[in-house]
């Protein structure tokens, strides 16, 4: 029979179900003795000390929970079998809701023995309480009876917990389901569980009636099993958290061991034992931790971007720089440095490409012979600065290519240029256009030729011929030599000129003039022609014009004033106009020639001695005392009674060396000094008038001039 129990103590936790078999009968005797126990209540004890169960009224439920101050509230409800219960050990409980076994064993026995520590099962719920205790009626107190002796424990059954295991009233039932729970209502065991015979049946078969003892027994053994069935919840439940915290020692053994705290890992102590985070930390870290977020973002794309900004940088090749094309003077410049940005990356990056190609500048083989030079740059929407000095290092020009158009040269001679053409952002029309600036320096002479113009390749004697030379670079006056008498040249609208007198008895012919102008030497070859005169004889000398006045008769006051330095051309405005309104005689013209007492062979040939030819104009006027005007605008030098048969003398300074000459007024209405205008009251003649016309000392045929016939003034 020991045998048998601690087969059966070894596994507490799944127990083999035991097979079913039948109670023996009560003897008659204790039939006899013991009343017959109302239907109603506590199952009665079976024969020979061993305990029926009755089978359950309701099908098997699974367990619900339970504790142990359920339990012990509801044992108020059968105090004679809670009384019972108390004295009763924990085996014998355990031995009454066990199945009996064919050979019973006595309770000392089984009290002695020592159990096997199984874990406990969950506590059962009230529910189960309540149903574990049936209702026993009140009998008369008996003493009580030996205990019946122990039957093997069936498999299955837990041993009371000892002092290493904690209570099970202080132990956390297992949850249980409702079946469960209505099952345990039951004061027995169902047969499929015990594999015992019900009680009702025995008692049909036997035909006992049991006494009131025996169901106090029947309560007991009912106690006995829900004690049970409370130890080996709390078994399970400590199983159970041991298996979760097996490093964790058992708790010590005690009357009333506390229930065990649940274990915590040591990491989950330690974050507990740190001090909790204050809200400007928890913000800090945040924010850190987006700052690395983003940094890590912020690196992705620059290392994406870079790569493509590499493969832009690499596609900004040196075919992409612009061609720009500069001439000067027809000539066509190499650059000698370049800087242009390429765009990589619109404006924000660029390539740059950057070369000095010459140190020195380019020096043009052929000198420019124009003083105001072309120069040309394409494509012409760049902008441009310009900057040239001369020999001595001075800036003669700096400003645009447009602006250079209009300069011209002053001098011959060598000079440097800088010339920069840039593209800059604000010119450019997109931000993908190409930015920076080339240069070119360049070494060049001007070696200019003034223009050099005989004006009147043919002259006749009397009249007057000039000469023109262009701008020159040296700003010096042009010289003129032969053997024409001249004043030099003067300042002319587009360069200078010269005025040539041909005097009245010029050699005719081919005569050659040599021009000299900023070095260049230029011969010119002007033609003279014969003019047409007049000639008179006298028997006389009193038959000579009077008065008279020759060209080597002048006062010295006049011919003073013959060498002076003349201003600037005045006749270039109206020209020149006759000194009287009205009509007259002239009674002596220019180059008329007066002779007295010559033969007749010499008149018919026109040649002799002692004849006098006249290099002016005497003048009658209609009327007497007719009054004259300025014939050109000019400056009057000399205005003044010289006496004798000079009179009333006027000079006037009309510029490049000619003057007007008037002899014999009676009147004057002006003074030196003055600047007279062309038809401006000059004077009152008197009966005569000698009017001469001068350029230098050489006098010329006024009249030529007064009715413009004289073509050398035409040009100013």
């Known amino acids: 029979m020991e045998e048998d129990k601690k087969s059966t103590a070894v596994q507490p936790e799944e127990a083999p179900k035991p097979k079913p078999r039948r109670r023996k009968a ?70 009454r809701k066990a199945p009996a076994q064919e050979s019973p064993v006595p309770a000392e026995t089984e009290l002695a023995e020592p159990k096997s520590e199984s874990k406990p099962e969950p506590p059962e719920t009230p529910a189960r309480e309540d149903a574990a205790a049936p209702t026993v009626p009140d009998v008369p107190s008996t003493p009580e009876l030996p205990e019946p002796a122990e039957k093997a424990e069936p498999a299955g059954t837990e041993p009371e917990p000892t002092a290493d295991a904690p209570a099970a009233d202080d132990t956390p039932a297992a949850e249980a389901p409702p079946e469960a729970a209505a099952a345990d209502t039951a004061v027995t065991d169902t047969p499929e569980q015990t594999g015992d015979v019900p009680a009702e049946d025995a008692a049909e078969t036997s035909g006992l009636v049991f006494s009131d003892d025996l169901a106090n027994d029947k309560a007991l053994a009912a106690e006995a099993a829900r004690m049970a069935n409370i130890s080996r919840t709390a078994q399970l439940s400590i199983a159970q958290i041991m298996a979760g915290l097996e490093e964790n020692p058992a708790p010590p053994a005690g009357p009333a061991p506390a229930p065990e705290a649940p274990q915590h890992d040591s990491a989950a102590d330690d974050e507990d034992d740190e001090p909790q985070d204050t809200i400007p930390q928890a913000l800090g870290r945040g924010v850190f931790g987006m700052f690395k977020w ?52 619109g404006s924000f990056f660029r390539r740059t490409y950057a070369e000095t190609l010459n140190s020195s500048p ?55 240029a800088k010339l920069v053409v840039t593209a800059s952002d604000s010119a450019a029309e997109d931000s993908s256009s190409v930015t920076g600036t080339e240069t070119w320096q360049f070494r060049f002479t001007v070696s200019i030729k003034p223009s050099v113009t005989l004006c009147t390749p043919t002259v006749q004697q009397g009249s007057v011929a000039a000469v023109r030379v262009g701008s020159t670079m040296s700003r010096t006056e042009p010289t003129l030599t032969g053997p024409l008498e001249s004043t030099g040249f003067v300042r002319a609208a587009n360069g200078w000129i ?10 005719t012919g081919n005569t050659e003039l040599t021009v000299t102008a900023d070095g260049y030497t230029e011969t010119l070859t002007l033609s003279v022609r014969a003019a047409s005169y007049s000639y008179k004889d006298y028997s006389a000398k009193s038959q000579l014009m009077s008065p008279y006045i020759g060209a080597d008769d002048a006062p010295d006051a006049v011919r003073r004033l013959l060498t002076t330095d003349s201003g600037e051309i005045q006749w270039a405005t109206g020209g020149f106009v006759q000194p009287f309104l009205d009509s007259f005689d002239t009674p002596l013209l220019y180059g008329t020639t007066e002779y007295v007492g010559r033969s007749y062979s010499e008149r018919s040939t026109n040649y002799g001695y002692g004849g006098r030819t006249s290099t002016n104009v005497v003048i009658k006027p209609k009327k007497s005392k007719d009054s004259m005007i300025v014939p050109a605008s000019g400056h009057v030098l000399l205005a003044e009674d010289l006496g004798g048969s000079y009179g009333y003398t006027v000079v006037i300074d009309h510029g490049a060396g000619l003057r007007s000459i008037f ?31 001068r350029i230098g000392t050489v006098p010329i045929n006024p009249l030529l001039v007064w009715r413009g016939q004289c073509d050398g003034l035409k040009y100013y």
């Open 362 to 416: 380019v020096v043009l083989e052929d000198a420019i012979s124009d003083a105001s030079p072309d120069i040309i740059v394409t494509p012409s929407d760049y902008s441009t600065q310009l900057t040239i000095t001369d020999a001595d290092k001075e800036t003669v020009y700096e400003g645009s290519v447009t602006g250079f158009r209009s300069y011209l040269f002053a001098e011959n001679g060598t000079f440097d």
């Open 26 to 95: 009560a003897s008659p005797q204790s039939a006899a003795d013991t009343p017959p126990a109302p239907t109603d209540s506590a199952e009665p004890p079976a024969a020979d000390g061993q305990t029926t169960k009755k089978p359950a009224a309701s099908p098997k439920k699974p367990r619900a929970k339970k504790n142990t101050k359920t339990t012990k509230t509801a044992k108020p409800k059968t105090p004679k079998a809670a009384k019972t219960a108390k004295k009763a050990p924990a085996d014998e409980t355990q031995e």
């Open 498 to 507: 010269c005025y040539l007198p041909i005097p009245w008895n010029a050699e």
């Open 294 to 345: 983003l940094l890590l973002v912020v690196l992705f794309v620059l290392i994406i971007a870079g790569g493509g900004v590499a493969w832009l940088y690499r596609s900004a090749t040196p075919d992409m720089l612009p061609e720009v094309k500069v001439t000067f003077d027809g000539q066509e410049l190499a650059p000698t440095a370049y800087k242009w940005h390429v765009p990589v990356v």
């Open 663 to 693: 002899y014999g007024l009676t009147a004057l209405d002006v003074e030196a000094g003055d600047d007279v205008k062309q038809g401006q009251l000059l004077g009152t003649s008197g009966r005569t008038v000698v009017a001469e016309l």
